[in-house]
């Protein structure tokens, strides 16, 4: 954790036209939440899908790819990456706060308003809003750390990104059951039913298997990006 | 050549400005003007969208794009010939495709305009005849150009299919036309949006975000709407809920609502009032895009 670098990553992420991006997600998420409310659809089976389909199916990975993404790609898209790398700071030590600053944007804008939408709801009927707001959490820190290793592998970053949240966890694992082992959605969604007793929420991944699978994702993710960083060549921009 | 070598002071002392002839080859040829510059520009764009004249490693995100555009097209042609029946309709191919439409999109549009923004080389381009209209005009062309081929391509390649395979029965030419209507004005709106948003970021990671971003939220909500709609059997409401779903705006404007094909929503578009409403929100898009783009392309051009 190097305080200098974890103040230009924030600087970075939240100074700029990112932010409002960023801000908009939850922004309509909590809108929603007060339309269900208004039109009296309320009840815990709509909160459980708005906060599938919507806050953890949508807005998670969204947050996790600009976040995660954000703190290193548009450094190396520059080229000012070079004068972070020439500084005397062990890189493994620039990935970890890079890390650790994407978590806590992502915890901020998905874990909060997760919660609070389900709140406006359904209170903190049978544990949804705190089982979301846990699996978002731990959810959204997966996506930050394997946003932010995709940002170092490839400058292609963002639209890889969209590819596997879009198609491999949204439509193939619509269709092939086996791919949702694979996903962090569903990770998250695993993480949530194991907090919330809401029988309007059923997952079929064992907590186990999500919770080894988020752990090994995340700190595989930030020691890669470490590593990756170490042997970082700069290529000319295309 | 005169007497006097190039750069010597005049006989008053105060130096006087030369151009030296180094050498260059001249350019003799016919001087082609606006019309074509304009032509070329939007040539060389809509290449650059598929990564053509670009290395090698442009091309694989627009061409796994347009693989997986084709892979039903593919499979619903062979479903044909071996098992005699059909798969996939014409109108609701790019409601079934169109998250892979919406990657494209989102990955290319930010192509098209972030580099010239981010190094500044508008004033380059607008020190020739090309004027910002035909800039932005060129530019939008490419994309809508980009996205109806893609489109395009998989939906006539079906057609050819079933006219091969000659199932029983006279084949969809009817289906077959509205779609490529239909895939005229996804083009067009898919392009003018997706340009206009990322025209305002000069980073390329940031529009592509950008652009996926207002995607997934619109058609987030337009399902998360209609179903809560449904809920409590508010099913007018409902309808109009689909609408915020770009792609469902199209098929409820143009296929639906102009030429009469069946909804590819997972319910009913609104009717009556409901398809002038949809028209007048697609083209109000359009323009709203438009002029963005070119509010944009003014305060960039005069920095």
């Keep these: 954790m190097n305080g200098v670098i974890a103040e230009i990553s924030y600087r970075a992420l939240l100074g700029r036209r990112r932010v409002w991006l960023l801000v908009l997600l939850p922004a309509v998420l909590l809108a929603l939440a007060v339309l269900l409310r208004v039109v009296d659809a309320g009840g815990e089976r709509a909160a459980v899908m708005l906060l599938q389909t919507f806050a953890v199916g949508t807005m998670l990975p969204l947050l996790g790819l600009i976040a995660g993404t954000g703190v290193i790609a548009p450094e190396i898209d520059d080229g000012t ?30 874990a909060v308003p997760t919660f609070a939408a389900a709140y406006l709801l359904i209170g903190l009927e049978s544990g949804v809003a705190s089982g979301f707001a846990l699996g978002a959490l731990i959810g959204g820190v997966a996506y930050a750390a394997v946003f932010m290793l995709l940002g170092t592998v490839t400058r292609h970053a963002v639209t890889i990104g969209i590819a596997y949240a879009v198609i491999w966890e949204g439509v193939v694992g619509n269709f092939v059951p086996g791919a949702r082992r694979f996903s962090i959605q569903q ?48 290529t000319g921009d295309e | ?27 003799d040829g016919p001087r082609t003007g606006r019309g074509p510059a304009t032509a070329a520009l939007a040539v060389h764009t809509l290449r650059g969208v598929f990564g053509l004249g670009r290395p090698a490693r442009a091309k ?16 619903s042609i062979a479903v044909m010939a071996v098992a005699k029946q059909k798969m996939a309709g014409y109108t609701e191919y790019a409601v079934i ?17 972030a580099p010239d923004l981010r190094f500044r080389v508008l004033p380059l381009y607008l020190s020739r005849p090309v004027t910002l209209w035909d800039y932005v005009g060129a530019k939008l062309a490419a994309m809508a150009a980009a996205m109806f081929l893609l489109l395009a391509v998989p939906l006539t390649t079906l057609f050819i299919g079933e006219m091969v395979v000659d199932l029983p029965g006279p084949p969809d030419t009817g289906g077959y036309l509205t779609s490529m209507a239909g895939a005229v004005c996804y083009a067009v709106l898919l ?53 915020i779903n770009p792609f469902f705006l199209v098929d ?40 963005a783009l070119v509010i944009r392309y003014r305060k960039a051009a005069s920095r």
């Design chain 2, 1 to 27: 050549m005169s007497d006097l070598s190039p750069g010597t002071p005049s006989l008053g002392g105060a130096p006087a400005g030369v151009i030296h002839d180094i050498g260059y080859r001249h350019y």
């Design chain 1, 81 to 110: 990456v070079v004068h972070l790398l020439a500084k005397p700071i062990s890189r493994p030590v620039i990935a970890q706060t890079k890390f650790l600053v994407a978590a806590s944007v992502v915890a901020v804008f998905a």
């Design chain 2, 97 to 113: 495709m169109q998250a892979v439409l919406a990657i494209f999109l989102a990955a290319q549009a930010p192509y098209t305009v």
């Design chain 2, 60 to 75: 694989i995100i627009p061409f796994l794009l347009v693989g997986t555009m084709m892979l039903p097209a593919v499979v």
């Design chain 2, 191 to 243: 392009a003018c949006v997706g340009v206009a948003v990322a025209s305002f970021t000069p980073r390329r990671g940031l529009g592509v975000a950008a652009v996926i971003a207002l995607y997934l939220l619109a058609s987030g909500v337009s399902t998360v709407v209609a179903a809560v709609m449904e809920s409590v059997n508010d099913y007018d409401a409902a309808a109009w809920a689909w609408l």
């Design chain 2, 252 to 291: 409820a404007a143009v296929q639906v609502g102009i030429f009469g094909a069946e909804p590819s929503a997972p319910g009913s578009y609104p009717t009556g009032i409901g398809v002038a409403a949809a028209i007048t929100i697609m083209l109000g898009l359009i323009a709203l895009s438009v002029t």
């Design chain 1, 187 to 234: 990770w998250a969604q695993t993480v949530a039913d194991q907090v919330s007793s809401s029988a309007f929420l059923t997952t079929e991944i064992t907590l186990g298997f999500a919770a080894a699978a988020l752990l090994l994702v995340t700190a595989g993710a930030v020691v890669w990006a470490g590593q990756r960083l170490r042997s970082f060549s700069l």
